[in-house]
């Protein structure tokens, strides 16, 4: 069995004294892990790290082996990230994500390229915060769990939409949800009007988390017994620290 194919590493781990398993999510196999030999020697493990992207080839005896990997990396990107905290952690948590809800060997192009996204606006987008959020929106609909943000759940007017059903996952408006609002989720403005139009403000960016949180944890963790990765969670205490240290 042999395959070759676009990478993006998510996660790499010790294996024996010398290799490691690295975890990818690539274009036509999914989430797709395997041996890389020598895997820990500084030049192996400077090109496969999470964020980069490679061109691997994967050889097995049999499919359902675990197999090896073998490859060059196409982008090091990621390497500009490297001294930007809030971003490096960015990238840690979309990874973490990304290897936390997407099934094993099952293909998600659409999820390698939102990743591969991400991954560029980290790199030169002022508004890369709100882009990390739409990732993980984009995911729930990759997955099935998409949400209905276009009008009121209640009274299907498309006007004034600021908050979102945690039972139905339907955008609920202002009015609607005025009695009940202590117990729906807040939807920031981006999320409608796109983040062209706005800025990376916390609270905006912390409200689409938590929205995006809720239902990855609510409709694709929980049900398998698993929580959100810890990157995830660190990620959002970075976030609010690093926003009031730009606010002084």
């Given amino acids: 069995m042999q395959w070759t194919d676009q990478g993006v590493v998510l996660a790499t781990r010790r294996h024996g004294e010398r290799a490691l398993i690295v975890d990818l999510l690539t274009r036509e196999h999914g989430r797709h892990a395997g041996l890389l030999r020598g895997g820990q020697a500084p030049r192996l493990r400077a090109q496969w790290q999470i964020g980069n992207r490679l061109t691997v080839t994967w050889r097995a005896r049999l499919a359902d082996h675990l197999g090896s990997f073998s490859g060059e990396v196409a982008d090091e990107s990621i390497a500009s990230l490297f001294d930007d905290r809030a971003r490096l952690a960015a990238l840690t948590a979309a990874s973490a994500m990304a290897e936390a809800v997407l099934p094993e060997r099952e293909p998600h192009p659409r999820a390698?390229?939102?990743?591969?996204?991400?991954?560029?606006?980290?790199?030169?987008?002022?508004?890369?915060?709100?882009?990390?959020?739409?990732?993980?929106?984009?995911?729930?609909?990759?997955?099935?769990?998409?949400?209905?943000?276009?009008?009121?759940?209640?009274?299907?007017?498309?006007?004034?939409?600021?908050?979102?059903?945690?039972?139905?996952?339907?955008?609920?408006?202002?009015?609607?949800?005025?009695?009940?609002?202590?117990?729906?989720?807040?939807?920031?403005?981006?999320?409608?009007?796109?983040?062209?139009?706005?800025?990376?403000?916390?609270?905006?960016?912390?409200?689409?988390?938590?929205?995006?949180?809720?239902?990855?944890?609510?409709?694709v963790l929980a049900p398998h017994g698993r929580k959100i990765p810890a990157a995830r969670t660190r990620y959002v205490d970075v976030l609010r620290q690093v926003f009031r240290m730009d606010e002084r």
């Fill in 112 to 219: 390698f390229a939102g990743l591969n996204a991400l991954i560029a606006a980290l790199n030169d987008d002022h508004r890369w915060a709100l882009a990390y959020v739409e990732w993980e929106l984009a995911l729930l609909a990759e997955l099935g769990f998409g949400l209905d943000l276009a009008r009121c759940a209640a009274t299907g007017t498309t006007e004034d939409l600021v908050y979102v059903s945690p039972r139905s996952g339907q955008a609920v408006s202002a009015a609607a949800g005025a009695p009940y609002r202590d117990r729906l989720l807040r939807l920031p403005g981006f999320l409608l009007h796109g983040r062209d139009s706005a800025l990376p403000v916390l609270g905006d960016v912390l409200d689409g988390l938590d929205l995006t949180g809720f239902f990855l944890e609510r409709r």
